[in-house]
T-cell receptor, first 110, second 112 residues
């Protein structure tokens, strides 16, 4: 079975600062990778997905970007954080349509 | 666009009090319906996939069923450790690739 690692677990950042969240996957190869944001009362919002190295699709235009430098590594970034970027960020991995989630990163932008 | 609606938003049960959670969907050509459990501050944990109307799957006190318009997650004689948010999701095609569209979830609280 696959294991998804995310770090950091929690992060407090000032408005305007950069962001880098990392996700790595063990136990599978060539997975589809996903970044979600979960805000209270709004459910899981898909931000980015990737079907291979260097292949990124964005679901919503926003202040964030994603990169996949290696097969099992997925990075979420921002050059300048906004207050509205606060939330719980989840990385998921899947082959086929079933997705498995990491433990998440809680981001608070002040 | 596919839509997934879960009800109720929150449900409080006494230990041993059975109930059901609902997930209704609008989708053209269902390719599966997924149930997840999410504990506070953690990532969702995969529970079940259902593919066709009439299909049922069970895991401990949970049983998921599927019709052509909705899915139910039945909880029989729940225990406090079943307290969590339960999410359902359906696949959606995006530019030839499949992604999951999630409902907002039902928050279940089981009191001892």
């Amino acid at each position: 079975s696959q294991t998804i690692h995310q770090w950091p677990a929690t992060l407090v950042q000032p408005v305007g600062s950069p962001l880098s969240l990392e996700c790595t996957v063990e136990g599978t190869s060539n997975p589809n990778l996903y970044w979600y944001r979960q805000a209270a009362g709004r459910g899981l919002q898909l931000l980015f997905y990737s079907v291979g190295i260097g292949q990124i699709s964005s679901e919503v235009p926003q202040n964030l970007s994603a990169s996949r430098p290696q097969d099992r590594q997925f990075i979420l970034s921002s050059k300048k954080l906004l207050l509205s970027d606060s939330g719980f960020y989840l990385c998921a991995s899947g082959s086929g349509e079933t997705q498995y989630f990491g433990p998440g990163t809680r981001l608070l932008v002040l | 666009e596919d839509q997934v609606t879960q009800s109720p938003e929150a449900l409080r049960l006494q230990e041993g009090e059975s109930s059901s959670l609902n997930c209704s969907y609008t989708v053209s050509g269902l390719r599966g319906l997924f149930w997840y459990r999410q504990d506070p501050g953690k990532g969702p944990e995969f529970l079940f996939t259902l593919y066709s109307a009439g299909e049922e799957k069970e895991k401990e006190r949970l049983k998921a069923t599927l019709t052509k318009k909705e899915s139910f997650l039945h909880i029989t004689a729940p225990k406090p450790e079943d307290s969590a948010t339960y999410l359902c999701a359906v696949p959606e095609m995006n530019s030839g690739y499949s992604t999951l569209t999630f409902g907002k979830g039902t928050m279940l609280l089981v009191s001892p």
